[in-house]
């Protein structure tokens, strides 16, 4: 039997890179897919295709996590195509590195707003979406929420506020039977780091020697684990954070 069978999956920014890669895991597992996206329809209509292709089930709805609004309608498109919510992912992040001379208020309104507002708000309404037996929300941090990376203050302090939220809210939700946990992937070969063409291949000289593995992680190596977070196999597992490095130091 699928390990995610009759369970329904909201995975946010799941348009590319990880998110898509999670969602086509779920689908492969058993799970209903919705696929969410915030300004990418192409891609999220892609992989919405892929997962029907290989027989599974999924629909992509619009929606920016950092407003309200848009987090209601993306859980009642959910509830309207599948009248129940067992797992929220939240994977929708930004991110921009400059050092600290050029940090400005809108993008530190910018990043915040997506990579901690918008999973509080997610959260805040799974809980009326989620049924009698509880649910599970994993949150995509990263590994440079524990590191001392330059250029990455805003990103880094993003990311170090949701593994609190993760913290925090697994304690606050358990007596109602909603597991919160967090994954820490480290350096993924994205679209968007493949985007930064000379840059990217630079970085990438640079964290490969502190990769115990010797390779860049893969989308897919991402969302195997979020497989396991998301299956019965994890049903007595919150509160905890797992790195997805490769074993980088």
Known sequence: MKKLAGKVAIVTGASKGIGAAIARAYAAEGAKVVVNYATSKEGADRVVTAIRAAGGEAIAVQADVSKAADVKRLFSETKRAYDRLDVLVNNAAVYAFAPLEAVTEEEFQRQFGVNVLGPVLTIQEALKHFGDKGGSVLNISTVASQGRMPMSVVYAAS?????SVTRVLSAELGARKIRVNTLSPG??????????GATGEELKKAILPRVALGRMGQPDDVAKVAVFFAADDAAWVTGESLNVSGGFS
Do not use: I, P, Q, W
């Not at 350096?187 to 930064?196: K, L, P």
């Open 187 to 196: 350096a993924v070969e994205t679209e968007g780091f493949v985007s930064m």
């Open 159 to 163: 990311k170090s506020a949701l593994d």
